[in-house]
């Protein structure tokens, strides 16, 4: 099973709410990704835990928050975003952070910041 | 730099017209090539992965070759429901950026009945 599940699937908000979305694996990776991609736009890398330690953070505004609460899980918190904020929040996984691990991405939850 | 070109950007097929998608890559000591195709408003579905040149992988109507400078994704008698974009990406090895995909920007197919 290659399952990554994010929760929710659809999201809008205003600029002044606070969110969080949620990302859930059960394979025992012990790398998580959360990924930016705008339409017809390759996936941006956003952050990635290692471990359950912030391990990259790709200069992202602090209106995003990470979050690893443990081994299967990683939040991305979100407060006072802007519209253009607004677009396709991946979550993935990979056994590792080594390169030649492939990684695994979960169906995106669509944020729509009005 | 760490580089991934895809082309063509689209493509349309009729069913069952055979054709390849192509993916080149400049990057020092490469640790791997991965293909995924993604349906609109979905994330990317793992294809294949493909690390050393001359290996071959196939899955069903898809094939994919690597070479020292450029893959390909083979597709043959293609379906409407291959149509998607195709995403090509290979891991950093620049820097602080060791490990982090750098994708294409995809491939854009339609296949029509």
């Known amino acids: 099973d290659t399952e990554v599940t994010q929760t929710p699937k659809h999201l809008v908000m205003g600029m002044t709410n606070k969110k969080s979305l949620k990302c859930e694996q059960h394979?025992?990776?012990?790398?998580m990704y959360w990924y930016k991609q705008k339409a017809k736009k390759p996936p941006e890398l956003m952050f990635v835990?290692?471990?359950?330690?912030?391990?990259i953070n790709e200069s992202v505004p602090s209106r995003f928050s990470p979050e690893c609460p443990n081994s299967s899980l990683l939040n991305l918190h979100l407060h006072a975003l802007q519209p253009e904020d607004s677009a396709l929040y991946l979550c993935?996984?990979?056994?590792?952070?080594?390169?030649?691990?492939?990684?695994?991405f979960g169906p995106g939850t669509r944020l729509l910041v009005l | 730099e760490d580089q991934v070109t895809q082309s063509p950007e689209a493509l349309r097929l009729q069913e069952g017209e055979s054709s390849s998608l192509n993916c080149s890559y400049t990057?020092?000591?490469?640790?791997?090539l991965f293909w995924y195709r993604q349906d609109p408003g979905k994330g990317p579905e793992f294809l294949f992965t493909?690390?050393?040149a001359g290996e071959e992988k196939e899955k069903e109507r898809l094939k994919a070759t690597l070479t020292k400078k450029e893959s390909f994704l083979h597709i043959t008698a293609p379906k409407p429901e291959d149509s998607a974009t195709y995403l090509c990406?290979?891991?950093?090895?620049?820097?602080?950026?060791?490990?982090?995909?750098?994708f294409g920007k995809g491939t854009k197919l339609s296949v029509k009945p």
């Open positions: 993935a996984s990979s056994q590792d952070r080594s390169p030649d691990t492939t990684q695994y």
């Open positions: 394979m025992g990776h012990r790398a």
């Open positions: 835990y290692s471990y359950e330690k912030l391990s």
């Open positions: 990057v020092s000591g490469l640790r791997g």
């Open positions: 493909l690390y050393s």
């Open positions: 990406a290979v891991p950093s090895n620049y820097g602080g950026s060791q490990g982090n995909l750098i």
